[in-house]
T-cell receptor
Framework: DGGITQSPKYLFRKEGQNVTLSCEQN?????MYWYRQDPGQGLRLIYY???????QKGDIAEGYSVSREKKESFPLTVTSAQKNPTAFYLC????????????FGEGSRLTVL | EDQVTQSPEALRLQEGESSSLNCSYT??????LFWYRQDPGKGPEFLFT???AGEEKEKERLKATLTKKESFLHITAPKPEDSATYLC???????????FGGGTRVLVKP
């Protein structure tokens, strides 16, 4: 089955540690996205990538980093510079030649202890 | 700056009690308005895309409509399984990202 796989589903980290969230898709989509969701709120864009080896900052990129070395993969690193990292992180992909909708993974919940 | 505002923030319905959710938007050239359903602890699930004013789309008990300033998601005779958060998002012309509203949490009681 085609889809987007995020891992881990739950992650705990201590303050001052970097953590990397994995996102893999087998939909053959060119574009990939990372969003953050806080309790009771909508989604805010962190980073996005339209093609391999290229990515752009979203609305809340500070304290985060990404890479896009393969079409299928778009990992997100939450660095120690992110002041409030506890949140639900969602990865999505889009077919650039399609109708525009995003397809989402099941999310990763990060808790900083 | 693109803005998307959803109302109400929360909605409690009795089973069978129809209602509507609102999504107001400000965007420079709309390329698409998207509705998603999100269950707790899950990723959003795509429902509809609307492209131009006057367009309507239906899926089971849900019907989405679009005007030049807002979109409505009508829930007809809802069932408890329709309980979820409904998210609205817009994509502007020449844009590659979606801007989301804050969502409406819907609870349908039997």
């Amino acid at each position: 089955d085609g889809g987007i796989t995020q891992s881990p589903k739950y992650l705990f980290r201590k303050e001052g540690q970097n953590v990397t969230l994995s996102c893999e898709q087998n939909l053959n989509h060119d574009a990939m996205y990372w969003y953050r969701q806080d309790p009771g709120q909508g989604l805010r864009l962190i980073y996005y990538s339209q093609i391999v080896n290229d990515f752009q900052k979203g609305d809340i990129a500070e304290g985060y980093s990404v890479s896009r070395e393969k079409k299928e993969s778009f990992p997100l690193t939450v660095t120690s510079a992110q002041k409030n990292p506890t949140a639900f992180y969602l990865c999505a992909s889009r077919d650039r030649g399609g109708t525009g909708e995003l397809f989402f993974g099941e999310g990763s919940r990060l808790t900083v202890l | 700056e693109d803005q998307v505002t959803q109302s109400p923030e929360a909605l409690r319905l009795q089973e069978g009690e129809s209602s509507s959710l609102n999504c107001s938007y400000t965007v420079s050239g709309l390329r698409g308005l998207f509705w998603y359903r999100q269950d707790p602890g899950k990723g959003p699930e795509f429902l509809f895309t609307l492209y131009s004013a006057g367009e309507e789309k239906e899926k089971e008990r849900l019907k989405a409509t679009l005007t030049k300033k807002e979109s409505f998601l009508h829930i007809t005779a809802p069932k408890p399984e329709d309980s979820a958060t409904y998210l609205c998002a817009v994509r502007k012309a020449a844009g590659n990202k979606l801007t989301f509203g804050g969502g409406t949490r819907v609870l349908v009681k039997p």
